[in-house]
T-cell receptor, first 110, second 115 residues
Framework: SQTIHQWPATLVQPVGSPLSLECTVE??????LYWYRQAAGRGLQLLFY??????ISSEVPQNLSASRPQDRQFILSSKKLLLSDSGFYLC?????????FGPGTRLTVT | DQQVKQNSPSLSVQEGRISILNCDYT??????FLWYKKYPAEGPTFLIS?????DKNEDGRFTVFLNKSAKHLSLHIVPSQPGDSAVYFC??????????????FGGGTRLMVKP
């Protein structure tokens, strides 16, 4: 069966520091991968998606970037965090039509 | 402009009764609709989905209804149980030009089922 992992589970970082969140998927090959953010009290916003190694599409302009160095690995990064980057970050993989989410990373920028 | 809206931020229901969660959308390109359940500090869990060519899909206590002409879908939970208390997100899917699909989420409805 397929499983999706995210780490770390929680992170507290100062403004201006770098960020690296990692997502890995097991049990499937060549998945479509997604990064979402849920800001406090709001719905889920799609940040990036990837249909293959090295292929990244961005849905919103922002302070963040994504990379896919391996088939089942998706990384969310920032060179300098902003206060507004705080939120709950979710990675997902998809079958046709349906997406399945990881456990999420709670990021607090102080 | 929100393409997917859940107009009720919260809903309170007595255990054993029916819970009805509603969702409206505006984009005619959406071809698949999903409901997710989310607990605090956890990722959303997929519940049930429906293709745009159908008007009803049932899975146990959960039924999703789609009214394409009204661009409206709803999730019915019967009977409601206290363990159903969570935030429910409606999502609509459209195909991406480079394969894969993109989900657009509503803002969520917090369901509270009282014992």
């Amino acid at each position: 069966s397929q499983t999706i992992h995210q780490w770390p589970a929680t992170l507290v970082q100062p403004v201006g520091s770098p960020l690296s969140l990692e997502c890995t998927v097991e049990g499937t090959s060549n998945p479509n991968l997604y990064w979402y953010r849920q800001a406090a009290g709001r719905g889920l916003q799609l940040l990036f998606y990837s249909v293959g190694i090295g292929q990244i599409s961005s849905e919103v302009p922002q302070n963040l970037s994504a990379s896919r160095p391996q088939d089942r690995q998706f990384i969310l990064s920032s060179k300098k965090l902003l206060l507004s980057d705080s939120g709950f970050y979710l990675c997902a993989w998809s079958r046709p039509n349906e997406q399945y989410f990881g456990p999420g990373t709670r990021l607090t920028v102080t | 402009d929100q393409q997917v809206k859940q107009n009720s931020p919260s809903l309170s229901v007595q255990e054993g009764r029916i819970s009805i969660l509603n969702c409206d959308y505006t984009n005619s390109m959406f071809d698949y609709f999903l409901w997710y359940k989310k607990y605090p500090a956890e990722g959303p869990t997929f519940l049930i989905s429906i293709s745009s060519i159908k008007d009803k899909n049932e899975d146990g206590r959960f039924t999703v209804f789609l009214n394409k002409s009204a661009k409206h879908l709803s999730l019915h939970i019967v009977p409601s149980q206290p363990g159903d208390s969570a935030v429910y997100f409606c999502a609509a899917s459209e195909r991406l030009k480079d394969a894969g699909n993109m989900l657009t989420f509503g803002g969520g409805t917090r369901l509270m089922v009282k014992p």
